[in-house]
Structure formats: C-alpha cells, structure tokens
C-alpha cells in the first residue's frame, strides 16, 4: 500500500564514512601548454564521532592537508596503480570460461575498491568554542541546522596538483575536458564521489587570457590579473545541491553565441563551428518554452549552457553537467544538410530534459534511476510530438518499444531492483543493456499516463517540480515510493492497481507476450478471439526478480499484468473498442465480440439470372470487394492495444484481405507498420499484397518512415513468383520521381519537399535487397543503381547531397553480383574511387561519404573473396587509419580491416589486433566504438567455434585491468563484455556470483550438472513452451487453426538418464521436472485452461489431476535430435500442456531405437471404476525396436488419470479403439487426441478413452438405454462388430500369457529379451480418503507385419482397480 511519504533526515550519512559535505569550494590554476593543474579544494564537512573523514582521490598529487587552517595527519591510497603484466599470474586463463572468471572476478573488485574512500584525513582536533561557533556563517542551502553540526563542522582544505592526467580529465592542443563518468569527479579534485552526497559549489578557474572557463553553475565575475603574461580568472557559484559528478568544466578558446529569445541560454563553440552552431540552435527556444509550459515552473538553475566540442575530445554524444550540457560538434549541421536535423534537435531536447530531472532532481537510491531518465525521457517525447509531430513521436515509440520486448528476458532489465541496480554499481546504464532499460522507463511513464490521464500526469510531474523547489528543502530527490504515492492521490489511481503495477512492470523483467486467432461467427454475428498470453521473460529470471520483492514472494509463476486489454474492432458500420481482455489471471482466453453491423439481406441471397459468372452484378450500390474480408463477414479488420496501453508483444492472426484493408484506411502509423510487416513476412505473396504495398508507397500523405518501410517490403516481395512486380513497381515509382521521360535519365536533384527526399532517398537501397532465385541480385537493380551513381547531378540544389550519394554508395555494397552482373564491377569499382578522391580533397559532412565507400569496398572485398584479394582490400583501407584523419573516418577503417582479418584469420588475431588499435587509438569515445564492434564479432564467432589462444586470453585480461581500461569507463565494461560472450555468457554483471570476490570454473560445471537432477517441489509450476512456437499465430487464420497449433507442440528429451525412483505421492502434491531444463524457452503456458475455451477448443470438461509415470532413455542410447523429438511428442515429455495440477516421474528403461515409424505405436486402455463417476486410464506408447539381431529397445509412457465424471457419458462414435482398431486417419486421430487430452501431437497417437462404471448391472442398463432404437444404424452395428473383435483378441493373448497375468507389481526388467514380448510392472499409491489400488496386470508385444517394415510389436496393458477402504 503506497503511503504518504515520510520526512527525509536534512543530514543524510552516506555509508562510506559518515561524514557529510555541507558546501565545497575549487580554486584550479590550469597551465593547458603543460597539461598542468594546481590548486586546493575546500570542504565545509561535518566530522563523524570517530574523528575521520573518508574522500576519493585519484590521479592527484595531495601537498598537504589543513583542518581549521592547521596541518592534519591524512594517508593517501591509489586505487589503480600501474601493474606489471605478468602473464603467470594469468595462467589459469587458458579456456574462455576461465577467462570469463577471471574477468569478472578482476571487475568486480575494481568496482568494490573505487566505493571505499582512499584519501583518510584525521580530524581529531579541539572543538571550537561557543562564541567561535556562533560566529560560524550559516551554508545557503539550509544544512546546518543541529547544534551536533555546528559542533563538529570542520573546514579541510587539500593542496594538489595534477601533472599531465589522463582520467577524467583531458588535454587536447589548447583544449581541456572533464567527463562525468561514473566515479571519475575524483581524478580532478578530491570529493565524496558518490551520488548521495550533494552540497553547494564555488568554483574558480584561472587559465590563459585567451581562452574561456565554462562550468557548472552562474558566472559572477571574470578577473583579468596583472601578470605577464596575464591570465583570467572565472568565478563561478552553483546554489542548487548536486552531487560532485555534475561538476563539469570546459577550457577552450571558444566563442559565445548568446540566445537572443531565452536569455538563461548561452551557446558555445570553437570559431570553425560557429555558423553550424547558430544555424542549429535557432530551434532551442521552443524546447526551453515548451518545458517551461509544461511544468509551468521556471528552469531551476540561474543559467543553461551548450558547449560543442571536438569530437575527438568527447567521451559520449552527450556529457551532462549542472546547468551545462557538452555535445560532439559533429551534431551541428548548416542549412544545406537534412538527414541530421531530426536527430540533433531531439538529443539537444533530451540533455535540457536531462537537467530537470537527473541534475536537479536526483533519484534517492540506485533503483530510482530509472524513474529520474524515464520521466527525461518523457519530456522528450513531449517535445517531439509537439514540435515535429504526432506521427514522428507514435512510430519512434513503437519501434522502442518492440526492441524493448525482444530484449526485456532477464534480470538487467528489471527497473527497480537490488540485483540490477545496486549490485551493478552503475554498469547497468552502459552499452546495450542502458539502452534498453531507458527505452523501457520511457513505456513504463506512458503506460501509467494512459491509465490516469495526460492532465493527472502532468500535474504529477508539476508537484515534483515544484516540491523540489522549495527553499526549505535541501535534499531535492525523488524515490519510486513517493512517485508511486503522487500516482494514487493525485493521478487518482487505485492503490491495489499500484499495487500490482509497479511490482509486475518495475520490479521485475519481462513483456506480455499475446497471441491472436479469430473466427467470425456468421449466426451470432460475433466475432471469437482465441488469445494466448505468454512472457518474453525466462522462467528462472522472472522467479529470481519476483523472488526479492517481499511483495510478490507467494506469486505463482504466471502473475499477469494488471488491468483490461482494449480491442478494436473497424466494421462496415465503424469502429468500436472493447476492453475485455484481462491481463492477469487465465492466460488462455476465449473473447467473444459482439458485431455491430449488419449484412444486408441480399449478400446471402441466390445469384441473380443476370449476375457474372463470379457472382458479382453491375449494382454501383454494393460496397467495393476490398473493403471486405475473404469470409462474409461486417468485418473490416481488427487490432489489439491500438493505443500503445501496454507494453507488449502482439502476434495477431487475420485474413490478408483484413490485412490490406488496415494498412488503407487506417491512419495510425502504428496499425500501417504492423500491417506492412504481416504482409511482408505472408509466405506466399499474391498480386493484391504488392498492388496494397505500392500504393501505400505512392501516397504521398503517408507517413514518410512508414513509406521507406513499404518500399523494403516491395524488395523482399519481388521474386520470379510475382514476375518480379516488386522491383518493377519500385523502379517505376522512382522514375516517376526523379526521372526526365523525354531522355530517360535523372533529373538534377531538388530537395525542396523533405519527406519526398527521404523515401526517394530509400529505394536504391530496397532496389539492391531484391534476391533472384539464385540470391544473386538481379540484372535490372544492377543497372538500376549503376545509372543513378554515375548520372547524379546536384547542380541547382541549394541542399547538400552527401548523405545522397552515401546511400547510394551503400546500395552497392548491398548488391550481390552473379555471372551476368559481374561485368559492371569494374565500373561501379571505378565510381566509388573516384568519390574517395574527391571526398579527401574536399571533405564532406563527418566524412559520410568516405565512411560509406570504405563500407561498401569491405562488403565487396568480402562477397567475393574468391576473386578480390583480401591483401589490396587491406591496403587501400589502411591509409585511412592514420592519426591526421577525421575521427569519423578512423574508426570506421578500424572496423573494415577488423572484418576483413575475421573473415580471413578468425576470432584470434581479430583479437590481437582489436588490442593493438585499442591502444594506439587517442579518442575514448573511439576505443568504445571498437570494442561494440569487436563484440559483434565475437557473436558471429559462437557460430564458427574458432578456437583462441590462451595468450590472447591474457592479454585480454592485462587490457581490461590496464591503465587504457581505468581512464575509459565503457571501453573496460565492454571488454568484459568480450570475455563473457567468448564463453558464451550474457553481457552483463547481472547474475555473476560475488562470494569471496572470486568466480570458481566449479560453479559453471556445477550448473551444467543440475540440469540432471530431478526437482521435487511441492508448488506445481506451469511449464513452457519450446522457442518453435514463437511463430504459431502465423497459421491462426481460424479457431480450428489455433487449435492445430496447440497439438503440435513439440517437446525436447532430456539430457540425461534418470535412475528408478518408486513414487508414492498424494493427490495434490505435484513433482515437476527441473527448472533448469526450461529456462531457455521464451514463453510459459500454464497448468490450466479456462473452462470457456476448453469447451470451445476441446470439446469436453477439463482433465483433472493425474499421474504421470514417464520412461526416460539411458545413456547408452546416442540418436539424432529429430528422431528424439519424435518419441519426445510421443511421449508427451516435459512439454506436455495438463489442465490440472500433475504429478510425473521418470525412470529408466532401455535404451530405444527409431527404426520404426510412429504409425506403428500402439495404445491401449481398460477402464475400471474406483470411485462413482470417475475414470481410470492407462497407456503405453512410444515402442521403438532395432533390427533382428540387436537388443530390444523401448520407451513407455504409463499414464494414470483418476478425475471424476458427474454425469456417465454415452458412447462416443469416435472412441480411440474405434480408431486404433480400424487405421482411421491421422486427422480422425488428432482430433480424438485433443477432446481427451487437451494438448497432444497429432503423430504421437496416445489417446485416453473415457472410463466404465462402477457397477456392471448399471453400466449395462445405461448403454442399453443409450443405445436404444439404434440396432438399425450401420455406424452402430459396426461400432459393436469392433467391440467383439477386441474381445475376441483380448482372450487370445490372456490365454499365451498364462500364468505371467497374476503379477502384482509393475517393474521394467533391463535384460534381454526377445523381440516378441517383454514384461513390466508397476505400482501407485495415492493418499486419498477412498484409497484404490492400481495394479497393471501384463504388458504384451504381439508383433504384427507393416507395410514396408519389419514386425512391430503391439502393447497391451489391463488395469484393474479394488477400492480399499471406504471412508
């Protein structure tokens, strides 16, 4: 239950030492020539009872130390000292699980040390006395309010200086940058680095006449000494609290571009960049209003600066400091570029959103984070549905959000939790993983937004805004408590929805995952949604995450998410919403929708006398065929969450026609994208799927990012099935653009109309996707882009045509050239030279268009290895990684020769050579680039298995624990990352044991060990299905069609023999298999189905408890994974979908063969009453035999089901012996499959009959009454002639097995056999007041010819049932 947030103490104590910092002062004299740095820093620090004081210092040389203006006793211990690398000390290091230990067990220690204070500083000196202490002047922020602080205040002052650095602080020409990575504020002055420590700043910054100081906080004043030659002084005051990672400082010769509209605002740059600054930032005052009116609170600090700096310099895209924002000057753009605009404007409006909340507003604990750049996040989007549209702001969401759900499967992405916050000490907001847990913020913010209203939540973010400034407050932070109690009282959402939300959606990882099949009820004019709700998340990662929160300890497995699904249904007569669908609870659902519209009487009618012979007729009344579905039916199409409500994955099944009829008329760019990815992925493409794409793509009132999506769609559509219709169509469309019909040749560019630009922009590049059946590209788009590159013309165009031509460029590289293309090579080899020779003289924007050749020239160089040498590929790119080159342009011919060096030498000496270009490379933000690329690698290598030297193991680790890893935070956690996809481990902390700071190779192999270990628990857990079924709904046309999908469920063997295990167990209490053999399945189904689609789908009341007894192979037997998953089906393994709480053991049996096909297995049943109305089945399948001469091999599954039947059924006409019997077909077979076991694999053919009655005589004079007045019916007679006939066998085996039958006991004998017949015997005891006693009496193998194969034995098993005792 949320409830009202209590006061926070004014005087925090962080854990690292007890003391606190009230107010900080920086007085720097920075020599940049030198790369020298000399000074003191001055803290106003409240002492602990213990007398020392605790601070973070690196890289610093500390002079002395005063406390109270009197030398103080301080030790000075640096963390990172230069190690010698040893490679002995590495030894061990000579598998990548190995490698992978270490590397972790060297990170996390480094990460531990950098929490515990190095600097110690003793304090123990007298008080002061009363009248000192009243003379004490007061800090602006309002900390001193106790008399226990005034009495232990000290004043520490600490001499330092700083002799060419190279962490967190970076010198470059005339140049000097501080970064605020994580734990890095103390290689620049001492401090309590962490993020819960804030405190006022004065700051003062001397430097050369000429160059410019920008830091955090309100320029005072500027000081222009005496000296010779003189220096400036800038003296800067931050009254806002922040934490010692938001101090940021910049010195650079710059030049100052003041906002003329928002007089807070000042823009600066190097003199070269400041034309692209002021024609960039004539946007900024629209974001600055537009926050500004939406909180309807002034911007908190007293000034706002935007520095652009080298990017060479830059560490990110985007460095944050308070009230000071440091981009790349490679983000400016002038007037003649447009591809960048968009992204600039938006990063631009991410780092003001960023000072908000982040800067100002901090979170009070590390799993408040995410909250803190959720709600930035959501200010962006803010902006960018206002100022750039809504259309921009709806697909920028959906595609984060999809990538969100394809990746939310683990713990790291769990937003407020311990082990993927705190434990990671930060390293979860690094790489891939940040990214997506941003993302993920982002949708959980607008999630609660659709459920409480855009106005309720904007009055939450106003209250937190306005709460944060108020004077009184000195700690201006924000928790997910109190953000969840603003959301009840003022949002006015429910608390047991909060409840439920925030522990599901914040708490824990995973997306819902939705699976759709309909069927139009032409009776009931309804329609029937059949909906299967799953999770992305892994079963082990969701029960670990949901395991902490003391909330959700007694969840089950499944816990849904809260709240009602809408689903919109378009008809002939409009569109309606239906919120219907529940998010928790059954995770399979039945809908039913009532239609709205109607059909007109005469559709049903006869075709009139005069109608075509298709039976349409001349009426220009009738309504075109388009705007209907393939069945008769009102509907138009139908969509799932059509407003984005939750973040989830939504698999919908529907006719194409419904398809089609959603991406033309509806005008949500969400609903056109979803129905253009559908089409795309239809197996078989028809004529009106591409008319529908390329129409779309011509409609110039389409949304522009959706149109390039139809364009690529086209391309994968053109095939020699569809005479190439695709291609057609999209050369067609370009020329109609951008070609002069009376030549035949392009037309000199115009750029004028900006959406037309981007679309056109596309179509090379969908033009060189397009495959012929050989996966060669075809002739035509050979040509096609060939004419475009060598007839480009951008005289007259006021716009730049870089990015142009670079996409150009790169549609080459897309190409694949076959016999009759490869003759233009050579000329389009000579296009692409002959741009790389321009570009060098005249450079174009970053480089774009020398990045893009040197792309294009790898990708080639690599399709066609066999004819290009790989050596004057190598040394055509390698110029390009020379030091004068732009850094854009280095990085990227790293990259090239990297690939080239995997494709022809593999993942080792890609290694060796990542750390040599590691190590010569000068920019961070280009040692980072190197290694994502190198991970990629590393990815593609998994498949290859090439192998690695134990010496680039050791080197690897010597990097990551090197000096190059401390001074670049992410490059170190992305060696890591390396190391642990080498192993094949996820990238990340998240999960990697911490116990003694060290990680054993017994642990990796223990795990593997437990795989085989039967698990008894005693709370039933729903099982999961395999990844195969990621894709059912794509076969869900009808109701029928899902239930097809569920019999075909295949299942996996298990790894590993199982020894005999006796099984006594209760009614209620379920043995499940081991956790560990479903982890890697993406989703779960669970242990029961709702009634309604079990009576829709099924045909018959639910199973209830069983059972189950299972035969696992031993592990002599080695076959091929196809044949194990058939007997696996067969055997309905661990996969198998109960509708009640179950029990299953497994034990061992021979090892089996699959010489025979599945149509040879044969199931048996006899029913006996233990209870009124109840049932009693057994059935052994699955028998597989080798050839004469070898040993007998089989599997067996004993199946008991014990569920009570209220009201006897009659006979059913479709009884499995009926079918068993009689070879009815496999469709007759799947379909008595599923009435009786719910889920079962339609070639398996284990089918359970219903059981007898309790009494002979009633059983008798039941059946004579059913079946009365029927000894005239054929299906009747022939139903009895059968009964007969298994009698008759029956007998006939009783009498050659004689004496064998009066066994009591069911057991498996291991020796050998002859194939004829083979004896097994088991027993169940099951606790129940009216106890019975199951006793399987025999099991036979009559062997009986098949067609085309040897003998194959038949098994028969009799049950008999004796009630005990009655209670």
Request: hydrophobic fraction near 35%; glycine fraction near 4%; aromatic fraction near 8%.
């Amino acid at each position: 239950m949320a409830k009202p947030r209590r006061p926070k103490n004014e005087d925090p104590k962080p854990e690292n030492s007890g003391a606190v910092v009230h107010h900080q002062k920086l007085c720097l004299s920075i020599d940049v020539d030198k790369r020298l740095i000399y000074g003191y820093t001055e803290l106003e620090i409240a002492v602990p009872e213990i007398g020392i004081v605790g601070l973070h210092a690196e890289n610093v040389g500390i002079e002395n130390v005063l406390v109270d203006g009197e030398p103080a006793d301080f030790e000075y211990y640096p963390h990172h000292q230069q190690q010698v690398e040893n490679e002995k000390r590495w030894g061990s290091a000579f598998s990548p699980s190995s490698a992978a230990d270490a590397a972790a067990s060297v990170y996390l220690s480094t990460l531990e040390k950098e929490l515990v204070p190095n600097l110690l500083i003793n304090c123990c000196k007298p008080f002061k006395t009363d009248n000192e202490q009243h003379e004490q002047p007061v800090s602006d922020n309002g900390f001193l309010s106790s008399g226990e602080d005034k009495q232990n205040l000290r004043i520490v002052r600490i001499d330092y200086w700083i002799d060419k650095a190279e962490t967190g602080i970076h010198f470059k020409d005339s140049v000097l940058l501080t970064d605020n990575q994580i734990r890095r504020a103390r290689c620049w002055f001492p401090c309590i680095d962490d993020n819960s420590q804030q405190c006022c700043y004065d700051l003062e910054f001397t430097v050369a006449h000429n160059l410019v100081a920008v830091s955090a906080g309100s320029l005072l004043y500027q000081v222009l000494s005496k000296d010779n030659p003189p220096r400036k002084t800038y003296v800067y005051k931050l009254d806002v609290p922040v934490a010692a990672r938001w101090i940021s400082l910049v010195v650079a010769p710059f030049q100052v571009l003041p906002d003329y509209q928002v007089g807070q605002v000042s823009h600066i740059c190097l003199l070269p960049n400041l034309s692209k600054l002021r024609y960039t930032v004539e946007f900024f005052h629209s974001v600055f209003s537009c926050y500004k009116d939406y909180l309807s609170v002034d911007f908190p600090f007293d000034s706002y600066k935007q520095v652009f700096i080298d990017p060479e310099m830059a560490v990110s895209s985007l460095s944050l400091g308070a009230s000071i924002s440091i981009f790349s000057s490679q983000v400016l753009f002038d007037e003649k570029v447009i591809d960048q605009t968009i992204d600039t404007r938006i990063k631009l409006a991410y780092a003001l959103a960023r000072q908000w909340f982040g800067v100002y507003i901090t979170p009070e604990a590390a799993t408040d984070e995410w909250l803190l750049e959720g709600l930035a996040g959501f200010l962006t989007d803010f902006y960018v549905k206002k100022h750039l549209g809504n259309n921009e702001a709806r697909y920028r969401r959906y595609k984060a959000n999809c990538a969100v759900c394809k990746a939310d499967n683990s713990g790291v992405t769990a937003l407020s939790c311990s082990t993927s916050c705190k434990d990671l000490y930060g390293t979860q907001s690094i790489g891939f993983y940040g990214k997506i847990r941003s993302w993920k913020s982002v949708a959980i913010l607008q999630m609660l937004e659709k459920q409480m209203g855009p106005e309720s939540f904007r009055k939450i973010l106003q209250t937190i805004v306005s709460r944060a400034q108020d004077k009184t407050r000195a700690v201006k932070t924000l928790s997910t408590k109190e953000f969840r109690h603003f959301a009840n009282k003022v949002g006015n959402l429910e608390r047991p929805f909060l409840k439920e939300f925030f522990p599901r959606c914040v708490g824990s990882c995973g997306c819902p995952v939705l699976r759709f099949g309909l069927s139009y009820n032409k009776r009931k004019n309804m329609v029937e949604l059949a909906v299967l709700r799953g999770c992305t998340a892994l079963q082990n990662s969701r029960a670990s995450i949901l395991d902490i929160n003391a909330e959700t300890e007694n969840r089950d497995g499944d816990v849904g998410w809260p709240g009602m699904m809408s689903i919109r249904v378009y008809e002939l007569d409009g569109m309606y919403d239906h919120p219907i669908l529940p998010m928790a609870g059954e995770a399979w659902q039945l809908l039913e929708i009532q239609c709205h519209s109607k059909l007109a009487a005469r559709r049903f009618q006869k075709p009139k006398k005069c109608s075509k012979p298709d039976g349409s007729d001349d009426n220009g009344d009738a309504p075109a065929i388009d705007v209907r579905s393939s069945s008769e039916s009102p509907l138009l199409w139908i969509r799932a969450d059509p407003e984005m409500e939750y973040l989830a994955e939504i698999q919908f099944s529907q006719p194409v026609q419904m398809w089609i009829n959603q991406l033309e008329k509806d005008k949500d760019v969400i609903a056109q994208a979803q129905a253009i990815a559908t089409l795309e992925a239809l197996p078989q493409i028809s004529f009106a799927v591409v008319n529908a794409l390329n129409n779309f793509l011509t409609d110039s009132k389409a949304f522009w990012r959706v149109r390039i999506e139809a364009a690529f769609a086209l391309a994968s559509t053109a095939s020699e099935e569809t005479d190439w219709a695709g291609l057609i169509h999209l050369v067609k469309f370009y020329k109609s653009r951008r070609f002069d019909p009376d030549i035949g040749l392009p037309k000199p560019n115009d750029f004028h109309d900006f959406a037309e630009y981007f679309v056109l922009e596309a179509i090379p590049h969908a033009v060189a996707m397009v495959r012929a059946a050989d996966r060669k590209s075809p002739r035509e788009a050979v040509d096609f882009v060939l004419q475009l590159l060598k007839y480009n013309d951008n005289n007259g165009n006021p716009y730049s045509d870089v990015f142009w031509l670079a996409q150009l460029v790169q549609s080459v590289g897309e190409l694949d050239f076959g016999q009759q293309s490869i003759l233009v090579l050579s000329s389009l080899l000579k296009r692409i030279d002959r741009l790389l020779q321009f570009d060098r003289l005249m450079p174009s924007y970053n480089g774009v268009l020398t990045i893009s050749c040197i792309r294009t020239l790898t990708q080639i160089a690599l399709k066609l290895s066999g004819f290009i040498p790989l050596d004057r590929v190598y040394g055509l790119i390698k110029p390009f990684r020379d030091i004068k080159v732009m850094w854009q342009v280095r990085i990227e011919a790293s990259r090239a020769l990297l690939d080239l060096e995997f494709h022809s030498k593999g993942i080792d000496a890609v290694l060796l050579l990542f750390i040599r270009y590691v190590e010569e490379e000068l920019s961070l933000r280009g040692q980072v680039k190197l290694a994502i690329h190198v991970m990629r690698l590393c990815q593609m290598r998994n498949d290859s298995g090439d192998e690695i030297s134990s010496q680039t193991f050791v080197a690897l680790l010597c990097l990551l624990e090197g000096r190059v890893s401390f001074n670049n935070v992410f490059l170190r956690h992305h060696l890591f990352c390396i190391l642990q996809i080498l192993a094949g481990r996820p990238p990340t902390l998240h999960g990697v044991p911490r116990e003694n700071k060290t990680l054993q190779m017994s642990l990796v192999e223990n795990c593997s060990d437990q795989r085989n270990m039967l698990v008894l628990d005693p709370v039933s857990k729903p099982p999961e299905l395999p990844c195969s079924t990621q894709n059912l709904t794509e076969d869900w046309g009808l109701v029928e069609g899902f239930k097809a999908t569920l019999e075909e469920a295949p299942g996996n063997t298990d790894p590993e023999p199982l020894k005999d295990v006796d099984v006594k167990t209760p009614k209620d209490s379920p043995i499940e298999a081991p956790k560990e053999l479903l982890q890697d399945l993406p989703m779960e189904i669970p242990s029961e189905v709702p009634k309604e689609l079990d009576a829709a789908l099924l045909g018959q009341e639910r199973k209830k408890p069983v059972v189950k007894i299972r035969v696992k192979q031993s592990s002599a037997a080695s076959r091929a994974d196809t044949d194990n998953q058939m007997a696996e089906r067969s055997l309905g393994g661990r996969n198998e979908i109960d509708h009640a709480a179950s029990s299953s053991v497994s034990v061992d049996a021979p090892p089996k063969n699959f010489g025979e096909t599945l149509s040879n297995h044969n199931v048996e049943e006899v029913n006996s009453w233990h209870d009124h109305g109840s049932r009693l089945t057994a059935s052994i399948g699955s028998a597989k035999f080798l050839s004469d001469g070898d040993e007998l091999f089989k599997e067996l599954q004993c199946t008991a089901d014990s569920s009570v039947v209220f009201s006897p059924r009659p006979l059913d006409p479709s009884s499995s012996s009926i079918i068993q019997d009689n070879n009815i077909d496999a469709d007759a077979r799947r379909f008595v499959s599923l009435r009786t076991l719910s889920v079962a694999d339609s070639l398996a053919g284990n089918v359970s009959l219903h059981g007898k009655g309790k009494k002979k005589g009633k059983e008798k004079r039941r059946k004579q009454e059913d079946h009365k007045g029927h000894h005239d019916d054929p299906e009747y007679l022939e139903r009895k002639r059968l009964k007969k006939e298994k009698k008759r066998k029956e007998k006939e085996m009783a009498k050659l097995q004689g004496d064998e039958a009066k066994k009591s006991l069911v057991e498996f004998s291991s020796k050998k056999e002859p194939p004829g017949t083979e004896f097994a015997t088991q027993e169940l005891k099951a606790t129940e007041p009216s106890a019975s006693k199951a006793e399987a009496r025999k099991v036979d193998t009559k062997p009986e010819a098949s067609e085309g194969t040897s003998a194959a034995p038949k098994f028969r098993i009799k049950i008999k049932n004796r009630v005990l005792s009655k209670s």
